[in-house]
């Protein structure tokens, strides 16, 4: 079954302990990218991967990192997490090409920072 | 990309059709429009997209004005399942570009028993 998974899909932690929320694609899609989702603000993309090794910002980086290695895998690393990261996050991946593609979302993840 | 204006809400009954509307009226001619839908903090789905003709497909149909500067999307029997916010989204299309999906709030759809 093609789809875009995500681990952990809840997590609490403590300020300032490093994570990482894994992304996977079984679909063999170029682009894969992560959002965040705040109520009242709703989906705003962190960053974004057009391949392996090609990566870049998109609208709210500060705070994260992010590595594409591989083609089906995009982490999310947070080195430093502070409680206004808490949010839900979305990976999606997508074909490249025009078009755009329509872009295929993970389950989510909740991350809590206390 | 166009700035897109959807109602906050809508309710329909069971079995009957789903008529979304959105305006984009300062889409330009490169410009695609697309559906997506979000049920309760689940990952967005991707529904239908169109450029200028009507597009259909196993979950919905897309209606786009002549001029282009509004849009419905049809659910034709629509169920409970798809009591979820719709998001209407045009894309520019540029070589290279960041494929960022820009939401905005969406409309609420409520599919009443």
């Known amino acids: 079954e093609a789809q875009v998974t995500q681990n952990p899909r809840y997590l609490i932690t403590v300020t300032g302990k490093k994570l990482t929320v894994t992304c996977s694609q079984n679909?063999?899609?170029?682009?894969m990218s992560w959002y965040r989702q705040d109520p009242g603000l709703g989906l705003r993309q962190i960053y974004y991967?057009?391949?392996?090794?090609?990566?870049d910002k998109g609208d709210v980086p500060e705070g994260y990192k992010v590595s594409r290695k591989e083609k089906r895998n995009f982490p999310l690393i947070l080195e430093s997490p502070s409680p206004n990261q808490t949010s839900l996050y979305f990976c999606?991946?997508?074909?490249?090409?025009?078009?755009?593609?329509?872009?295929?979302f993970g389950p989510g993840t909740r991350l809590t920072v206390t | 990309d166009a700035k897109t204006t959807q109602p906050t809400s809508m309710d329909c009954a069971e079995g009957r059709a789903a008529n979304l509307p959105c305006n984009h009226s300062?889409?330009?001619?490169?410009?695609?429009v697309y559906w997506y839908r979000q049920i309760h903090s689940q990952g967005p789905q991707y529904i239908i997209h169109?450029?200028?003709n009507n597009e259909t497909n196993e979950m919905a149909s897309l209606i786009i004005t002549e001029d282009r500067k509004s849009s419905t999307l049809i659910l034709p029997h629509a169920t409970l399942r798809d009591t979820a916010v719709y998001y209407c989204?045009?894309?520019?299309?540029?070589?290279?570009?960041?494929?960022?999906?820009?939401f905005g709030k969406g409309t609420l759809l409520t599919v009443n028993p």
């Open positions: 169109g450029l200028k």
């Open positions: 300062t889409i330009s001619g490169n410009e695609y």
């Open positions: 999606a991946s997508s074909l490249w090409g025009e078009p755009p593609y329509e872009q295929y």
């Open positions: 989204i045009v894309r520019v299309i540029r070589g290279g570009s960041n494929y960022k999906l820009t």
């Open positions: 991967s057009m391949n392996v090794e090609v990566t």
């Open positions: 679909m063999n899609h170029e682009y």
